[in-house]
């Protein structure tokens, strides 16, 4: 029926990894409870909907930056590749026997 075989084991030990870390990731984070701790007072609530908006913003532009690196990155290998095709294409040619 059930074998213990290296397999076997390593499936176990890996379903076991995978529900620790679904159910660490299932317990709210203690930052969430801080805010829904007490009554806070408009200012407070007023600088932290400031803080977020202004982190979602720094994100957002982080993202741009990153996605602008990215296109770059693809031309740059784009043109790499170009270049690679015609040195090529040129080295069969000249050592190519007619």
Same mark, same amino acid.
């Given at each position: 029926? $059930?074998?213990? =075989?290296? &397999?076997?084991?390593? @499936?176990?030990?890996? $379903?076991v990894v *995978?529900? $620790? $870390?679904i159910?660490?990731?299932y317990?709210?984070?203690e930052?969430r +409870? %801080? #805010? +829904?701790?007490?009554n806070?007072?408009n200012?407070k !609530?007023? +600088?932290?909907?400031?803080?977020l908006a202004?982190? @979602?913003?720094?994100?957002?532009e982080?993202? %741009?930056?990153?996605?602008?690196r990215? %296109?770059?990155?693809h #031309?740059a290998d784009? !043109? &790499?590749? %170009? &270049?690679t095709?015609f040195? =090529? +294409?040129n *080295?069969?040619? =000249?050592t190519s026997?007619m």
């Amino acid at each position: 029926m $059930f074998e213990l =075989t290296p &397999q076997n084991i390593a @499936i176990v030990i890996g $379903f076991v990894v *995978v529900v $620790f $870390f679904i159910l660490k990731m299932y317990n709210p984070s203690e930052q969430r +409870a %801080e #805010y +829904a701790e007490g009554n806070m007072s408009n200012d407070k !609530l007023k +600088a932290l909907v400031y803080s977020l908006a202004k982190s @979602i913003k720094d994100s957002k532009e982080e993202d %741009e930056l990153l996605r602008k690196r990215i %296109e770059d990155l693809h #031309y740059a290998d784009s !043109l &790499q590749r %170009e &270049q690679t095709k015609f040195l =090529t +294409a040129n *080295v069969n040619k =000249t050592t190519s026997v007619m």
